[in-house]
């Protein structure tokens, strides 16, 4: 009986030695699982702690350029107390009454010319350009372009004392240049938006939120051929420009919160070459637009025109010609600190352009020139890193680091590249369109470079090809596209809708819509169309 207790009593002790066995495996997997969450946890801590301290370093240079903001506000107060109380042409009460006058273009007079001089000439700079309340700036500003309105000084001595004191305040801001192009500087960087996370909101949704359009107004646009660019002012949201193929740019004043809008000025931007505007762009400060050309035959590629200025200056061209050939085909200024745009070419060229300090006068520099095979058609920047992004008609979507002087990351799909749009909520959120049908409209994450995360589109019924003057715009909060298309309609999608197709299409205009965008601050969609109409559809 004893053998067989014994035979009993080693298989379990077999059995114990293969569960320790088990045991110190298992406990040895949990502490390298543990040591490697402890390592990344402690770079996450790192990491932190390196953001921390680069923002409190930048919330102390902030502080600085505030206060160095506001001493400068006073002295300015403080000269201007001084001079209107001694000077000699002060009133009973101590001070000289003045008219200012804002630098918005809506307030440029076209009246008659002694109404003009009759006018205070003292213009100062806004400090917030951005409109906060329209109504009331439209209605003083459509007094001065219809003639009507505005005080008559009662004699030609004050009116010239009132001049005296326009010329030194003038000088005195011409002093302060340098100054307030930094204050510019931080102001633009203190206006930007915060980022919000869109991405993981695509293709959630298995039903789309439909945008209601109410009521669509057609206006003739004046254009002597078709419409070929629309862009609104990012300052005043009361105004926009179109261009067209017959060279010329029209100023526009949207009117009765958006129920029609009013020419304010047409002005001749063609080229020495006779070319017209391939593309336009705002720039940031909204008193000027800047137009794009051609390079063959020695031509002008960039023009500035200065909607505060009269007479012959008012269009200008660059000296500077760094493109070699052929159509530049996009421009948009980056949403940086330091003022700056880029242009894209038929030379397969992408072109930095850097504001110097004389007035007028920018430096260009070629970012790259062999990273297409094929004219770059379309170019933008992202917000938080200092990336150009460039797509061009040999399929390829590049992103250059402008900080580091080469490429990020480069990217292949399976059609040619029309136009790059980020988006304005999401920092790591960009469009591409593409030459696909039904999926003509591509979204990527920057972090993932190239990863495709939507491709969507809508089909044509009136033509096969696709252009490349068609375009899309980004709705205010990043969640909605607009597109043209060869039809008269406008295409809308919403990012959050998992289908292919639009979320809904609007009917709009008689001939092929080229763009459709949305309004800042009204319920709006502006477009244009082959049709040489404008139209305003309330949504």
């Not at 715009?473 to 406008?490: E, F, H, N």
Request: charged letters at 25%; one cysteine or more.
């Amino acid at each position: 009986m004893k053998a067989p207790s014994k035979t009993l009593k080693k298989p379990k002790v077999e059995e114990e030695e293969n569960g320790e066995e088990v045991e110190e495996t298992t406990r040895e997997e949990q502490e390298e699982a543990f040591l490697a969450l402890i390592e990344h946890r402690t770079r996450e801590v790192e990491h932190l702690r390196k953001r921390v301290a680069y923002y409190q370093s930048e919330l102390v240079q902030a502080e600085k350029r505030l206060e160095d903001s506001q001493s400068k506000l006073a002295r300015l107060r403080g000269q201007q107390i001084v001079a209107s109380s001694s000077g000699p042409f002060a009133t009973t009460n101590g001070h000289v009454k003045v008219e200012r006058r804002s630098t918005s273009p809506v307030h440029i007079n076209e009246g008659s010319k002694s109404q003009a001089h009759s006018r205070t000439e003292l213009v100062i700079p806004s400090v917030n350009q951005k409109i906060s309340q329209p109504l009331k700036s439209v209605g003083s500003s459509m007094k001065t372009i219809n003639g009507s309105g505005g005080e008559e000084n009662p004699s030609t001595s004050s009116n010239s004392a009132t001049k005296v004191n326009a010329e030194k305040s003038a000088r005195r801001s011409s002093n302060l240049g340098v100054g307030e192009i930094k204050d510019r500087e931080a102001k633009r960087k203190f206006e930007q938006k915060e980022h919000k996370e869109l991405i993981p909101l695509i293709r959630k949704a298995s039903s789309p939120c439909t945008v209601h359009c109410h009521a669509s107004t057609y206006i003739p646009s004046q254009h002597k051929r078709k419409l070929r660019s629309l862009a609104l002012c990012p300052v005043n949201d009361q105004l926009f420009v179109t261009s067209a193929l017959d060279g010329n740019i029209k100023l526009w004043q949207i009117q009765s919160r958006g129920s029609s809008a009013s020419s304010l000025r047409l002005d001749n931007c063609t080229s020495p070459g006779q070319r017209w505007p391939e593309d336009i762009a705002w720039h940031p400060q909204g008193d000027c637009v800047f137009s794009t050309y051609a390079a063959d035959s020695g031509d002008s590629q960039i023009s500035i025109l200065k909607l505060n200025t009269q007479g012959k200056g008012r269009v200008t061209f660059l000296e500077d010609k760094p493109h070699s050939k052929g159509i530049i085909n996009s421009i948009a200024f980056m949403p940086w600190e330091t003022t700056c745009f880029v242009t894209g070419g038929s030379d397969h060229a992408v072109v930095v352009w850097s504001e110097r300090d004389v007035e007028n006068s920018w430096k260009p520099k070629t970012l790259h020139k062999n990273l297409h095979s094929s004219a770059v058609m379309g170019v933008a920047a992202m917000q938080e890193k200092q990336i150009v992004l460039s797509a061009g008609a040999d399929k390829r979507i590049v992103g250059f680091d402008v900080h580091v002087g080469r490429a990020d990351f480069k990217h292949q799909i399976d059609s040619k590249c029309m136009s790059v749009l980020p988006n304005p909520c999401d920092f790591n959120l960009f469009m591409v369109q593409a030459g696909t049908h039904e999926k003509q409209l591509r979204l990527f994450d920057i972090r993932l470079r190239q990863t495709e995360i939507h491709a969507f589109g809508w089909k044509q019924e009136s033509s096969d090809s696709h252009s490349a003057l068609i375009n899309q715009a980004w709705s205010p909060d990043g969640l909605y596209l607009t597109s043209g298309s060869a039809d008269p309609v406008i295409h809308i999608f919403d990012i959050r809708y998992n289908a292919q197709k639009p979320s809904q299409s609007i009917t709009a205009h008689q001939k092929r819509v080229f763009k459709a965008e949305w309004h800042s601050s009204l319920p709006l969609l502006i477009s244009i169309s082959s049709d040489l109409t404008v139209g305003l559809h309330k949504i």
